[in-house]
């Protein structure tokens, strides 16, 4: 659960933020996530998609900073198998990563011309 915090900056500059009020949750979802990643449990749904998401995202670093990659890629990607999140995700990546290499190249045709 989060709360808005509204202040402002130099008194003139209105600055809103959203703090975490109670880190329960986030506590119990990265305990599952390391449960099923690093432990081997077997996931539920509340826990494949997440884990679909960051595998996806190729965020498994950031999620699992102190794990073996290449053991924890494996078991996420064996998890991801088959959800639809991971797909999405990862087509989602993808034509964002065309675009914006096809806007490099335009961008450097008209820059050299």
Known sequence: MVVEARHR???VF???R?????GAVEVELRDRLRATVLDGAEPD?????????IH??????????DSPRKSVV??????A???????????AIRDMQAAMAAVTVITL????S
């Open 109 to 112: 045709a008209t820059t050299t």
């Open 9 to 11: 900056t130099l008194g």
């Open 45 to 53: 749904t509340r826990t494949a998609g997440p884990i679909a998401l």
């Open 18 to 22: 959203y703090p975490e009020v109670d």
């Open 81 to 91: 198998a088959g959800q639809w999140a991971a797909d999405s995700v990862r087509a």
């Open 14 to 16: 209105p600055i809103h």
């Open 56 to 65: 996806s995202a190729k965020l498994h670093r950031l999620a699992f900073p």
């Open 74 to 79: 494996a078991r996420m990607a064996e998890i």
